[in-house]
């Protein structure tokens, strides 16, 4: 049943920030029962791999401990270092089994969900003292599916421990006539094998469960259309926001280029729908460059900027249309504009020549006839 959040359900899958936040809370799926199927499984095949060398070293102690010496019994001493040596026998012979079962605790996990620690999982919670929380769990769909369990588990153990017995009765029974070493070691054996088998069950559950938790945990952790909303503000930033930047990045840029606009050496225009400045140093460019264009009112303040500051204003459309499409700004103009743009600046530098010697400024555009433009540079519009 899906949950609902002001209205709205939540039928969005978890995005992957959300999954990585539940995760750093401690909230993975994870099934116990499968973590019990692999401890009762690494238990039952250490018990039958390692059950006959722990038997033989229980009896060993046995046998040590019920031959003691009368003047032993009443020394202190001597009681407290057989002690000592029956625990390090006893620890001894079941390390290896301690080992096993430590490091099935330590890889069960994996099985599902992985590793995890959270210091926020570990936190205290008064909502978890809250009774109407803890009746929600138990009479929930969560709830519900644990006494599922509880009754499925109680069924299949119980099926398979009677036919075990039923099948096994007879060995049992005819432990009573064997010698103890033998016994001890049947014994064992039929354990094992008897565990294993039960723990063997647990499979079927696990094989449940698993799936469930894994189906749950997404089910809890389902978002609203609003809260992916709120996530893309978060992690992308809102879009007005990021407008607003990108607006103020373009006034500035377009300041910067403004600023340029008085160190060019001429501007060549459409005459009206576009700008293009350039401006060529010999002793540190190989090549023009352009330093500021626009189109319509931008290109009206390059040329209002460059009557305030005499720069000359050259009337070329078919270089003006190429430049301003081929050339980004601050970039060395193309190849094949090289010789049309080589020509405006010999006539600019001979007007300001002619300007130097005497001659008045004259704020009205210049015209160039026709220039050499590549057809591959060439644009309509």
Do not use: C
């Not at 929380?133 to 769909?141: A, C, D, E, V």
């Not at 249309?321 to 743009?341: K, M, W």
């Amino acid at each position: 049943m899906a949950e609902k959040d002001s209205g709205q359900e939540r039928t969005e899958q978890a995005t992957s920030k959300r999954l990585q936040e539940a995760r750093e809370k401690g909230q993975i799926a994870r099934s116990l029962d499968l973590n019990s199927t692999v401890m009762l499984l690494a238990s039952a095949g250490g018990f039958l791999v390692l059950g006959g060398r722990i038997t033989s070293g229980l009896l060993d102690s046995m046998r040590h401990n019920f031959h003691i010496s009368r003047e032993n019994v009443f020394n202190p001493g001597a009681m407290l270092q057989l002690l000592d040596q029956s625990v390090a026998d006893a620890l001894t012979a079941l390390a290896p089994f301690l080992v096993l079962m430590i490091v099935a605790a330590l890889l069960a996990p994996l099985a599902l969900g992985g590793w995890s620690f959270s210091s926020e999982a570990l936190g205290f919670k008064w909502e978890k003292l809250s009774p109407l929380s803890g009746l929600k769990r138990i009479f929930g769909p969560h709830g519900l599916m644990e006494l599922v369990k509880a009754f499925a588990k109680f069924m299949v153990l119980g099926a398979a421990a009677v036919v075990l017995l039923w099948n096994m009765a007879g060995d049992f029974v005819g432990l009573g006539d064997e010698p103890l070493p033998n016994a001890l070691g049947h014994v064992a054996s039929l354990l094992g094998w008897s565990f294993l088998a039960l723990s063997g069950t647990m499979v079927l559950i696990a094989a449940v469960d698993v799936p469930f938790q894994i189906w749950d945990h997404s089910r809890k952790l389902k978002m609203t259309h609003q809260e992916i909303k709120e996530e893309f503000k978060e992690t992308d930033g809102n879009p007005e926001v990021k407008g607003r930047i990108r607006s103020q990045q373009r006034e500035m840029a377009r300041r910067r280029m403004m600023a340029e606009i008085p160190r060019a050496d001429v501007i060549v225009t459409n005459p009206t729908h576009y700008a293009v400045a350039l401006r060529y140093d010999p002793d540190k460019m190989r090549s023009p460059v352009v330093v500021a264009k626009g189109a319509d009112l931008i290109a009206l303040q390059i040329r209002t900027i460059a009557v305030t500051h005499r720069i000359p204003i050259l009337s070329a459309p078919p270089l003006a249309r190429a430049l301003h499409h081929s050339t980004e700004l601050n970039h060395a103009i193309p190849a094949g504009l090289y010789l049309a743009v080589a020509q405006v600046l010999a006539y600019v530098y001979q007007l300001k020549q002619r300007q130097h010697s005497g001659a008045q400024y004259d704020e009205t555009p210049l015209t160039m006839a026709e220039l050499p433009i590549p057809d591959e540079l060439r644009r309509d519009e």
